[in-house]
Nanobody, 120 residues
């Protein structure tokens, strides 16, 4: 079992910045990938950014060049730096850990979510 605790959400004006944090209860070296997802009201949850154990990253087209995902292995924490925020970035942001179990099953663990609201 992996517990994930997100923090850093809040209210910001368009053009502003926020940094989200996701602290894991286990050594993140044992986690295949960690990602940030978001869900706006009335919409499906979507991938924002992901970082693998090897440090490879991938981003949704809508956030490329504005958001950056990073990891601090010593703190078992993954960050999402969000710059040039737009009202359409408003959503609940969730952290997810993808863990390959001993039986080769990929298991997904979610955090509780943190609200990001961007005002115009």
């Amino acid at each position: 079992q992996v517990q994930l605790v997100e923090s850093g959400g809040g209210l910001v004006q368009a053009g502003g910045s926020l940094r989200l944090s996701c602290a894991a209860s286990i050594n993140i070296f044992s986690i295949n990938a960690m990602g940030w997802y978001r869900q706006a009201p009335g919409k499906q949850r979507e991938l924002v950014a992901v970082i693998t154990r090897r440090g490879n990253t991938n981003y949704a087209d809508s956030v490329k060049g504005r958001f950056a995902i990073s990891r601090d292995n010593a703190k078992n924490t993954v960050y999402l730096q969000m710059n040039s925020l737009k009202p359409e970035d408003t959503a609940v942001y969730y952290c997810r850990a993808d863990v390959l179990d001993r039986d080769a099953t990929m298991r997904f663990f979610w955090g509780q979510g943190t609200q990001v609201t961007v005002s115009s």
